[in-house]
């Protein structure tokens, strides 16, 4: 008989979480119990699960009892406050928050790419940023057939990857805009920074506060993160990320060059083709590439318009489009779990 588990959702009223419990519908394990969890103000709020409708839970210590994967997607603060009780009562924690990511204690994984590293976990497991997993998926088969030497993203990112809020002020300020009135900005680009400036209409090229050598955090993250997830520190990755007024979807346009100067673009199609997770959308005379709008809904990651650099033998561009609340987010978190069923590790 196939084991049961016992599930919980930390931040279960999020954009995140919302997105979990409908994946969680149609998981490939089957869940015995599952547990949504926020904070005082959401309790005794309903949502409905395979017909039936749960309560939300405050989050305590000690709601992780019996629990077996605890998948927190609450802020960074949430994870760091309560991950320890939850694997000290026995759950696996997959976390979706930054908190742990460059933790050298902590996995760092999107499962396409380096599911071995499931195998380190001390109980917890850190899910990438959003534009990292993307990214990452798109060039582990490339990398993995022709070696990988540098890499440089620009970014395209929707506003549900600022929250809900976010989403709110985008609407409120596209609506203002249209009526002719000024829009007000009160969160982007940054909630913790100085300034706000207005979203809709407009391109910012900021996500997160700025920091080392004028790069921002969310560039930072990128950066790092991709030398973590491909196990390779010697990989030269610069990332440039822009908010866009978008609702869901976000899109990259990424310069890598490979270690090899006699690959061709046809090469590069027939390792994309049938890699995990990945659909190719590229026939650039009909039209045919990747676009946000048409991303959003999926779990996979979309690439298109790859071409040769003209200047740079080893060169390439390709364009990446992924939901950034579904693999970027919420759908690598339930993959891992996934996996770490079928790898035995839970």
Known sequence: MMKEYNVAIVGATGAVGEKMLGLLENASFPIKKLKLLASKRSVGKVKTFRGQELQIEETTDDSFEGIDIALFSAGGGITKQFSPAAIKAGAIVIDNTSAFRMDPETPLVVPEVNPEDLRKHKGLIANPNCSTIQMVVALQPIREKFGLDRVIVSTYQAVSGAGLHALEELKAQTQAVLN????????????????????????????????????????WKMINETKKIMGDNDIKVSATCVRIPVMSGHSE?????????????????????????????DDTANQVYPTARESVGKNETFVGRIRKDVDVDNGFH???????????????????AEKMIEMGLL
Not at 200 to 214: K, R, Y
Not at 318 to 336: E, R, T
């Open 318 to 336: 390709m364009w990446v489009v992924s939901d950034n609340l579904l693999k970027g987010a919420a759908w690598n978190s339930v993959q891992i």
């Open 180 to 219: 002719g009135e000024e829009p007000v900005a009160n969160i982007l680009p940054c909630g913790g920074d100085k300034k706000h400036f207005p979203i809709a209409f407009n391109a910012l090229p900021q996500i997160d506060v700025f920091s080392e050598g004028g790069y921002t955090y969310e560039e």
């Open 253 to 281: 346009s990424v310069y890598f060059e490979v270690d090899d100067k006699n690959v061709s673009v046809a090469d590069i199609w027939e390792v994309l083709k049938d890699a995990p997770g990945v659909v190719l959308q």
